[in-house]
């Protein structure tokens, strides 16, 4: 069997994927917060069964594991570019490190600094989950004017004076690769104990997506094209078994 089927099917099995990818990043190009994913591949077989290059060794093994499908994705940490939105209350960080919010499900991790505060003074997420401090404790913000420092610290101002209310969590980790997205903005760290960022924090600003419009459009279109390039090289081999079937064993 000519092995340039397997290339052809692999190849169609990994533009397919990535499809999937492409579309949801650019869907979620205007998200705040949103970090995009991006391919990395690996061999069909890779680590199955040994790569035995001796002259007896079997070319369909040989040529299966040499091409590669895709391996999974991994979450592109690069900068969003911050927008100025004059609310004391909406944070975005510069460079790497995370806010942490208390969820149902337990302490998850987000980039999205679109916070404000509740009725009783709790600093939360748009959907009412507290936003923790550097002791994952939650933030109680009094009334008075606010003013967070890069540090996190949180000051307000008040007719008796001004005063060091809480400081934001900012955290990080020595392994990024144990975070996992979970919808759109936010991750899960998979049991890995995070550590103290180093992301200065801007206040009256969020942090959009770090996909753009443009460049998804792109990704689409490219990766659409290479599926389809994958789906006529199929249709070549089938084509070609159906000639060696109907013409060449009869033959035999």
Request: glycine residues 12%; negative net charge; charged residues 15%.
């Amino acid at each position: 069997m000519d092995s340039g089927l397997y290339a052809a099917y692999t190849g169609l099995l990994a533009r397919t994927q990535a499809l999937d990818t492409a579309a949801n990043n650019l869907a979620n190009a205007g998200t705040t917060g949103f970090r995009a994913q991006r391919d990395y591949f690996s061999g069909v077989l890779a680590g199955g069964i040994d790569q035995d290059t001796s002259p007896d060794a079997s070319q369909v093994g040989q040529s299966v594991n040499g091409f590669g499908i895709l391996g999974g994705n991994l979450l592109d940490m690069g900068q969003g570019q911050l927008t100025t939105t004059g609310d004391p209350l909406n944070f975005a960080l510069q460079g790497q490190g995370f806010f942490a919010i208390q969820t149902a499900n337990g302490v998850r991790y987000t980039r999205d600094g679109s916070f404000m505060r509740s009725a009783t003074g709790v600093l939360e997420t748009s959907a009412g989950e507290p936003v923790l401090d550097i002791n994952q404790k939650s933030i109680t913000i009094p009334s008075g004017t606010v003013h967070v420092g890069p540090d996190g610290n949180i000051s307000v101002a008040t007719a008796n004076g001004s005063a060091i209310v809480a400081q934001v969590g900012i955290f990080d980790f020595s392994d990024r690769s144990a975070l996992a997205a979970e919808g759109t903005n936010r991750f899960s760290a998979d049991g890995a104990k995070p550590i103290a960022g180093k992301a200065a924090l801007v206040q009256g600003a969020i942090e959009g997506s770090n996909e753009d419009a443009i460049h998804g459009t792109m990704q689409m279109v490219l990766v659409q094209r290479q599926a389809e390039m994958m789906q006529k090289a199929l249709s070549v081999f089938d084509n070609s078994f159906d000639k060696v079937a109907a013409e060449d064993l009869p033959r035999v």
